[in-house]
Structure formats: C-alpha cells, structure tokens
C-alpha cells in the first residue's frame, strides 16, 4: 500500500496519456443487477424508465398510491441495484429514497432533515445531516458532500407543496481497485451519481498508471477527480475532464507524486442526462 497523501511533500498530478474508442457498439445492461426490494422492476440505469413500470405495476389510487411514491420507488430500484453492483466487489454502499417530511429519509449516518416542499421551494434546497456536518441539495439538482470520513451524495428530483423526494447514497467502505465486474452511474431522472474508489498499487513508486473502461450511450465529459483518503475526503490531489464517445471507450491516466504516489479516492462523475457503466478500473504497477 502507498502512504497516506499527507505523507508526501508533493501534491501529485495527472496527465491523460489516451483515450480510446473500443467498440461503437454496447450493452448498457450487460452484467448489471436487479434491485433486491424491488426485483419486479427490471433492470434500468434511469428511474425515468423505472417509473414506467411502476406506474403500470401499481397505478395511483389517491388512497393507499399516491404520486409521490412512484418517483421514491423508481430510484429505489435504480439505485439499489446499483448499491448490489459495487457491494459484490467487497464494499459497502448503501441507498434510498423517499419524503423527507412524512415518513422520513434516513440511510446509514445520513438523514434528510424533514420539512415541507414548500420550504425546499421557498429556499432553494433540502438539507441532509452527516456526522461530519450537514450539506444542501439544490431543488431539482445534487450535491456531493465529502469531508473527513464521510462521502455521500444527495439528489432532489421531484418536490411538490408537501411531500419532496430526496435521494440518497452513502458509502461507507470504498471498493478496491481492480475492479472487473461492471458498475453502473444510477440516474434519478437524469441527475446522474458519482462512483467512488479507493486506488493504490502492490509496489511503491512514483508514477501509478490507471486504466479505466467506461461504457457510455452518448458522447459526453467524464470528470475524474482524486481524493484524499478516509478521513480527508475533502481534499482535491488531482482533477481532470475527458471527452468520451458514444459506445465501449478505454482512458488511461498516468498519476504522478513525490517521493510515491499516495493513495486516493478516485471520483469519477459523467455528464447528467447520460447512461455510464464501468466496466472496469486497473491500477499498477
């Protein structure tokens, strides 16, 4: 394992050595995993589509299904299936989704603070609590929040006078590079998520070479950011943006540090309004 970050004098760097396109032709669903709460549901990328089969599963009665339930319970799908995906690789994420005011939002150590929509509306955002502080979600948008030991994310699709939804993940063990077995970016209609991983390599040196395999249904910009590790999320070592076309593509990045490379939290974040699998993620030597 390389040192932890504040060990090295040097903040590292990054320089992009290629980008390729693989195949133009793909298979957004290959590999990936149906939700475990909802396994009726097939397996989507998007809740928008989600929803579809959700709504026709169970259509709103203004009794016992209302409105509000259909957007909760597609990203619940989503995203539960994406939280299988990245826990069979030896990690822990976790997800859900639902009104922060009535019956609540709460996931692991994080909550969303329960008010009405109005207030959302009136203020722009919703808040979630961490242990390490809380963070906004705008109104119709998302928000990392990383810093000290924590790193979630926050999404807020849909928010009406009353009930609001909030979406959230939370990982609490980061998966290890390598990885090879697919990995997808779930959207909540549209707002795509980040995917985080811990990076080091077997021999200590000052030059780690990553290989990452993405999947993309549209051409679109990749943002890769690397983190401190645990306990210092919040610090940016390196940051980059990579266009990648439509289909199977392959980016290779070449980190750079004094006297070692550290270890990180690698971020990898696509375009809103895009369907993104990893296919896999190498780290060497």
């Keep these: 394992?390389?040192?932890?970050?504040f060990d090295s004098f040097v903040k590292p760097s990054i320089s992009r050595q290629s980008v390729e396109l693989k195949k133009?032709?793909?298979?957004?669903?290959?590999g990936l995993l149906k939700s475990l709460i909802l396994p009726w549901v097939p397996v989507s990328i998007n809740s928008?589509?989600?929803?579809?089969?959700?709504?026709?599963?169970?259509?709103i009665d203004g009794r016992e299904v209302v409105n509000w339930m259909h957007y909760a319970a597609a990203d619940i799908a989503v995203f539960d299936g994406a939280t299988e995906e990245y826990n069979r690789l030896g990690s822990e994420l976790l997800s859900t989704s639902g009104d922060p005011y009535i019956p609540g939002v709460?996931?692991?150590?994080?909550s969303g603070v329960?008010?009405?929509?109005?207030?959302?509306?009136?203020?722009?955002?919703?808040?979630?609590?961490?242990?390490?502080?809380?963070?906004?979600?705008?109104n119709g948008g998302k928000a990392i929040f990383a810093r000290g030991n924590t790193l979630a994310w926050g999404a807020i699709p849909q928010c009406w006078d009353v009930q609001w939804i909030l979406t959230l993940l939370h990982w609490r063990d980061l998966a290890k590079a390598p990885i090879s077995q697919r990995v997808r970016f779930p959207s909540s209609y549209g707002l795509v998520?980040?995917?985080?991983?811990?990076?080091?390599t077997r021999i200590p040196a000052?030059?780690?070479?990553?290989?990452?395999?993405?999947?993309?249904?549209?051409?679109q910009t990749m943002t890769l950011r690397g983190r401190g590790v645990k306990g210092a999320f919040q610090d940016v070592l390196l940051e980059d943006s990579v266009n990648v076309e439509a289909g199977e593509s392959e980016v290779v990045y070449n980190v750079f540090g004094f006297p070692l490379t550290p270890a990180f939290t690698l971020e990898l974040q696509p375009q809103d309004g895009?369907?993104?699998?990893?296919?896999?993620?190498?780290a060497f030597p």
């Design 48 to 59: 928008a589509v989600a929803r579809e089969t959700v709504r026709k599963e169970a259509p």
């Design 206 to 219: 000052p030059m780690a070479t990553l290989r990452v395999g993405l999947t993309s249904d549209k051409p």
């Design 24 to 30: 133009p032709d793909f298979d957004l669903k290959r």
């Design 1 to 5: 394992m390389f040192p932890n970050p």
């Design 114 to 138: 329960s008010v009405k929509g109005f207030n959302v509306r009136n203020q722009g955002y919703g808040e979630v609590e961490t242990p390490d502080g809380s963070f906004r979600v705008p």
């Design 106 to 110: 709460r996931v692991g150590n994080l």
């Design 193 to 200: 998520a980040p995917n985080f991983f811990s990076i080091s």
């Design 274 to 282: 895009t369907s993104t699998i990893l296919d896999y993620l190498e």
